[in-house]
T-cell receptor, first 114, second 116 residues
Framework: NAGVMQNPRHLVRRRGQEARLRCSPMKGHSHVYWYRQLPEEGLKFMVYLQKENIIDESGMPKERFSAEFPKEGPSILRIQQVVRGDSAAYFC????????????FGPGTRLTVL | AQKVTQAQTEISVVEKEDVTLDCVYE???????LFWYKQPPSGELVFLIR??????QNEISGRYSWNFQKSTSSFNFTITASQVVDSAVYFC?????????????FGSGTRLLVRP
């Protein structure tokens, strides 16, 4: 049973470029969360999605960041016009639903902005 | 507001020593979940345990044990007879039932170094 998958594992972008991070949840999981971990810090919640719906985006920066979880395919976290401060590890987690609160994490995508 | 505090930034022990990682939380919710995750040097996050607010029974899993005390809002994690492979950053996290998204609120982590 495959775990949460994220790709790419490492992503390098120059300032002003776009970054697309992908997350495939565990089989049977319909809830996806994105978290960001800045260097030497804990994880901070960004957004919570169910299929085709954004449920809570209270942790998302107001500009340049967007997320989606289409009916088919992985969840995508998109960062437009990246800046150096976006350099971080981005983790995706999935859970089966609200009755089961354990979130299982993917290996993360390390984004480096040059 | 909800908050998780891990006051120990870094702990260094010698192999076979016991070590306790502290976690103190704040919440106004009466129903909540507490978690511990391990982040080894490879970077992934590994789920260790989930405990709900109605279950104060301590739990033991091999060399790992957890002490949940609602009276002091603490959920401490003890590793007995530590091993080098236990070296990692350990995160405590809180999820509230009253939060419709059940997002995790993480502490800042405790880096554990186990020396041979």
């Amino acid at each position: 049973n495959a775990g949460v998958m994220q790709n790419p594992r490492h992503l390098v972008r120059r300032r002003g470029q776009e970054a697309r991070l992908r997350c495939s949840p565990m089989k049977g999981h319909s809830h996806v969360y994105w978290y960001r971990q800045l260097p030497e810090e804990g994880l901070k919640f960004m957004v919570y999605l169910q299929k085709e719906n954004i449920i809570d985006e209270s942790g998302m920066p107001k500009e340049r960041f967007s997320a989606e979880f289409p009916k088919e395919g992985p969840s995508i976290l998109r960062i437009q016009q990246v800046v150096r401060g976006d350099s971080a590890a981005y983790f995706c987690a999935s859970s089966p639903g609200l009755d089961t609160d354990t979130q299982y994490f993917g290996p993360g995508t390390r984004l480096t902005v040059l | 507001a909800q908050k998780v505090t891990q006051a120990q930034t870094e702990i260094s022990v010698v192999e076979k020593e016991d070590v306790t990682l502290d976690c103190v939380y704040e919440t106004r919710d009466t129903t909540y979940y507490l978690f511990w995750y391990k982040q080894p040097p490879s970077g992934e996050l590994v789920f260790l345990i989930r405990r709900n607010s109605f279950d104060e029974q301590n739990e033991i899993s091999g060399r790992y044990s957890w002490n949940f005390q609602k009276s002091t809002s603490s959920f401490n994690f003890t590793i007995t007879a530590s091993q080098v492979v236990d070296s990692a950053v350990y995160f405590c996290a809180l999820s509230e039932r009253g939060d419709s998204s059940y997002k995790l609120i993480f502490g800042s982590g405790t880096r554990l170094l186990v020396r041979p």
